[in-house]
């Protein structure tokens, strides 16, 4: 669940990145990167740490130049990732390429042994780095060529920007699970970006999403202005996850045409119908569960309120690679106003509910502040299988919906009830104009290769 960002044909192509990259620093906290082509040569800053915390003027004289891609990266649970900082940069025999990843290949493990049974040398434990090595062994004339023979080898959900020294090429899986956003700057660059909420931060206006199974090459005309051309690599199925809508987009993104914010509405309206509970007062978990809980409120003609403050200062929870320091979290990040609680039945709103700890501490948190009672909603499906496209959710046996039944976890987790969103119900919320990505929900591992990518390390 990274972020990336792709500039091109910008005087200030490496600073849109960086503000691309601050605006999308939800998707990925542990490490961001630029790097930047001058025409002659690729530059490239990486680190661990916040976008705003590695950049600064210096940097933005190393990576000049009209092409910058970035890329924030999202944590994955027990790995020490402090090398899997991307851009990926590497020389090869066409020249120099950098590469950014969102997603999670498949067939990682296959491809990355028959690149080692071919003499490559891995130096990460991304499968973003198995692209590199098969762009490099190509035997293909030209990069275009090389990048399209790669594309045929790798599976699972991916959106790729690929930068030369002149030119950049984007590309989208053919299900379409990440979102991919085109648009223009009015300089008359172009930018592509994870989320179209980065656009509005550096000016630039929505074009279009980046269709599933296309590549947009990006290239300087004679003349010194800028075009792009398109090609369809694949028939596009698309299965955009719906987890995005659910959790990780941020609310003001347009993902494939569709609003975040008022999907999430609408799954809290949904929510409603299938699971009201008779209450005073409807709560939301902030900050994902915000709008959800104002469906959920409407839904059931209660009094919704902020009555749950978060310290934004502290980053997201079940990301974090180790239990004890989720448990630190939960206490850091929230503080229930108790004056609004006190004495009464509350709902309390969440995005999801993956190992239960959170939650507990929630409805532990709410009655500590005088709740009467306290009934959970979950304004998605029963998380009952670990995704392999990207999202790190855990093994199946730390899901706690994978082995007990919602009262079951109503009693561990100290509420008076806890209801789910039906997978029926999200698909009303989300439109049943097209298919989803719902694995986590499902189990449906349509984008095959995926029993042996338990193990993988996600860009």
């Known amino acids: 669940m990274c ?13 849109i990145a960086y503000y691309a990259l601050f605006a999308m620093q939800h998707r990925g906290q542990e490490s961001s990167g630029i ?53 990926v940069f590497a020389r090869y025999k066409l020249g120099e390429i950098s590469v950014a990843h969102n997603g999670n290949l498949t067939n990682k493990l296959k491809v990355r042994e028959e690149l080692i049974e071919r003499g490559a040398i891995f130096q990460t434990y991304m499968d973003t780095e198995n692209i590199v090595h098969l762009i490099a062994k190509s035997q293909a004339g030209s990069l275009v060529d090389r990048i399209e023979d790669m594309i045929q080898k790798i599976e699972g ?14 590309i989208r899986d053919r299900f379409g699970i990440r979102p991919l956003s085109l648009g223009k700057l009015p300089d008359g660059g172009y930018i592509v970006a994870s989320e179209s909420c980065a656009f509005e931060l550096v000016g630039a206006e929505f074009m279009r999403d980046v269709n599933p199974g296309e590549m947009i090459t990006f290239e300087n005309c004679n003349d010194g202005s800028v075009t792009y051309s398109s090609k369809q690599l694949f028939e596009a199925d698309p299965r955009p996850c719906a987890f995005e809508y659910i959790y990780f987009a941020r609310p003001d993104s347009n993902i494939d045409g569709k609003n975040v914010y008022q999907k999430r509405l609408q799954c809290g309206l949904e ?3 299938e699971s009201p509970a008779e209450v005073d007062i409807v709560l939301p978990v902030p900050d ?75 409805v532990r948190m709410l009655k500590d502040a005088g709740a009467k009672e306290v009934h959970m909603r979950i304004a998605a499906p029963e998380i009952k299988y670990p995704c ?32 789910f969103l039906s997978i029926e119900g999200l698909k009303n919320a989300l439109g049943r104009d097209r298919e989803y990505s719902l694995v986590s929900f499902d189990g449906n591992y349509f984008a095959g290769g995926c029993a042996e990518s338990l193990n993988c390390s996600g860009a």
């Open 3 to 15: 972020a990336v960002v792709g500039v091109y044909g910008s005087e200030n192509a490496s600073k």
């Open 35 to 87: 790097s930047a082509s001058n025409g002659e040569e690729i530059n490239l800053i990486k680190k661990r740490g916040l976008v705003t915390d590695i950049f600064n003027e210096e940097s933005f004289e190393v990576l000049a130049g009209k092409c910058a891609i970035g890329h924030n990266r999202y944590s994955t649970a027990g790995k020490d990732s402090v090398l899997d900082a991307q851009p």
């Open 157 to 170: 959900a991916y959106c790729l920007i690929i930068q030369s020294r002149s030119k950049m090429f984007v």
């Open 271 to 273: 929510l409603a119908k």
């Open 288 to 362: 994902s569960g915000v709008a959800a809980a104002m469906g959920y409120a409407k839904g059931v003609g209660a009094e919704f309120l902020m009555g749950i403050v978060r310290n934004h200062y502290v980053g997201r929870t079940f990301i974090e690679p180790t239990q004890q320091i989720r448990d630190l979290k939960v206490k850091m990040k929230l503080s229930p106003i108790k004056h609004l609680i006190e004495g009464k039945r509350v709902a309390i709103i969440d995005d999801s509910l993956v190992r239960g700890t959170t939650s507990r501490q929630i």
């Open 388 to 419: 392999r496209y990207g999202i790190d959710t855990p093994t199946q046996t730390e899901l706690i919906s994978a082995s007990f039944t919602p009262e079951e976890i109503a009693k561990k987790i100290g509420a008076e009830s806890l209801g």
